[in-house]
């Protein structure tokens, strides 16, 4: 198989707090990590993509000073969404990839809550 | 700039056949993905095509026409638990997955 896990599965927080989010791939070696988001009723918005020990490379318009990535292993990387505000409200979803075929497997995702 | 096109929504009829179709403009080909995706849950796999052609899988086909920059997802012996969006998705000649929005299949009995 090829399990993603992702933790937490759900999280209220605080606005102007911060809060870190898990993604590991279980049983294989991630060469990639994605870090998508997604609002109700709408597509897969790709938020970074990252390569374990180099800096994440982020899409346009995607704030790096907010969202951080950090891609400590090839099983693990987390996102930490800082100063949250409502308006990070989201479902945030991890993927991971192997070299071949590049197939993304998707974590669960994280439903965030900023009050 | 890179595109990829598929309708919206789509109804159909538990226990018909449906064929979901995509067709992409992208700056080289590298593979196409299609995920299905339940509301409120993260994407799965469903199938890859690299070459062209018809790849089966259970009730689920999908068809690659690299020529024409098509494909269709087909489904056949529709069940209730197929209600989901279906994402078609392209790997670009950066092994960059380029998404589409995503059809919203809608199963009534």
């Known amino acids: 198989g090829a399990v993603v896990s992702q933790h937490p599965s759900w999280v209220i927080c605080k606005s102007g707090t911060s809060v870190k989010i898990e993604c590991r791939s279980l049983d294989f070696q991630a060469t990639t990590m994605f870090w998508y988001r997604q609002f109700p009723k709408q597509s897969l918005m790709l938020m970074a993509t990252?390569?374990?020990?180099?800096?994440?490379?982020?899409e346009q318009g995607v704030e790096k000073d907010k969202f951080l990535i950090n891609h400590a292993s090839l099983t693990l990387s987390t996102l930490t969404v800082t100063s949250a505000h409502p308006e990070d409200s989201s479902f945030y979803i991890c993927?991971?990839?192997?070299?071949?075929?590049?197939?993304?497997?998707f974590g669960p995702g994280t439903r965030l809550t900023v009050t | 700039g890179q595109n990829i096109d598929q309708p919206t929504e789509m109804t159909a009829t538990e226990g018909a056949i449906v064929q979901i179709n995509c067709t992409y403009q992208?700056?080289?080909?590298?593979?196409l993905f299609w995920y299905q995706q339940h509301a409120g849950e993260a994407p799965t796999f469903l199938s890859y095509n690299v070459l062209d052609g018809l790849e089966e899988k259970g009730r689920f086909s999908s068809f690659l026409s690299r020529s024409k920059g098509y494909s269709y997802l087909l489904l056949k012996e529709l069940q209730m638990k197929d209600s989901a969006s279906y994402l078609c998705?392209?790997?670009?000649?950066?092994?960059?997955?380029?998404w589409g929005a995503g059809t919203k299949l809608i199963i009534k009995p």
């Open positions: 990252s390569n374990e020990g180099s800096k994440a490379t982020y």
């Open positions: 992208t700056s080289g080909f590298n593979g």
């Open positions: 998705a392209v790997l670009d000649s950066n092994y960059q997955l380029i």
């Open positions: 993927s991971a990839s192997k070299r071949e075929p590049h197939e993304q497997y």
